[in-house]
């Protein structure tokens, strides 16, 4: 018998269907079986690196089959804008996408392209092809793929925030992101990403996002600093990774037993 398939809820319907801010984590080991271990940690989403990761398609493609069913929502984030690579990741089965640098509505309008098939986009066609559309499993992949799909882009520069508004008007982009790390450094203020000046541009884009009617999210892995973001109006953050956490344990591990007086 032939099994009929439907694609999983999007990012943007998991946080359309939240009655409160969503919590995650960033996947960056580019190994699936930590992936799963962090798909059952009661978290609602996980960000999948390939822009800062030893990720691939491969490891990517691994990391969205091991936490398939866990739970949380798989969002993934290729290494640039590009339209070759996106065009992978989507065949490959990412249905939620996060671009990184996206600093102009151009860039967003460019990504939007990216993520649909013609006539409203550039995306090529080979789902028969490939997992995103389960081998032609899911019934009229091609003309429903736009609902199966979410865009995030990444607003992490000076020229981002400046254009924010227009980058959220742009019609396609579902959600921003903002990157408290790489703006502080546009704005000459490296490694300080909880700079007064940092956090209010990241305030102002919480707002903006809010006015538009989109959802705006924030990587801070202090804990303060993440729920200062969702008292203003933050509606998804990331507060850790799997690389930060094992770093962490590890080390705390030596300092407790790894001394000369111990051995």
């Known amino acids: 018998m032939h099994v009929r398939m439907t694609p999983d809820p999007t990012f943007l319907d998991a946080l359309a269907a939240a009655d409160r801010p969503l919590t995650g984590m960033w996947l ?5 079986l930590v992936a799963e ?5 009661g978290l609602d989403w996980l960000l999948i690196d390939a822009e800062h990761s030893p990720n691939g398609l491969d490891s990517v493609l691994a990391q969205l089959q091991a936490v398939r069913g866990y739970g949380p929502v798989p969002v993934v984030r290729p290494p640039a804008l590009d ?6 990741y989507l065949d490959l089965g990412a249905q939620n996408l996060l671009i990184p640098m996206v600093d102009t509505a151009e860039e967003a309008r460019q990504a939007v392209a990216a993520m649909h098939y013609p006539p409203r986009g ?13 081998w032609n ?5 091609l003309h429903t793929a736009d609902g199966t799909c979410s865009l995030t882009v990444q607003i992490e520069s000076e020229e981002a925030v400046a254009n924010v508004e227009e980058i959220l008007a742009v ?9 408290p790390s790489d703006l502080a450094a546009s704005m000459g203020l490296l490694g300080q990403q909880e700079h007064p ?23 801070a892995f202090n804990e303060g600093t993440a729920r200062h973001y ?19 344990g590890s080390r705390a591990l030596a300092a407790r037993f790894a001394t000369e007086g111990n051995h």
């Open 28 to 32: 960056c080991t580019g190994s699936p």
């Open 37 to 41: 271990i962090c798909a059952g940690s």
């Open 83 to 88: 339209t070759v690579t996106i065009k992978q």
């Open 122 to 134: 550039v995306r090529g066609v080979g789902a028969a092809l490939a997992r995103a559309s389960r």
């Open 137 to 141: 499993g899911i019934d009229s992949y």
């Open 171 to 179: 019609e396609g982009v579902d959600a921003v992101f903002i990157g």
């Open 197 to 219: 000046d940092v956090m209010r541009s990241v305030e102002h884009c919480l707002t903006a996002a809010h006015r538009a009617g989109k959802p705006a999210g924030v990587n």
């Open 230 to 248: 969702l008292s203003a109006g933050a509606r998804f953050v990331l507060v850790g990774a799997d690389v930060t956490l094992l770093a962490q």
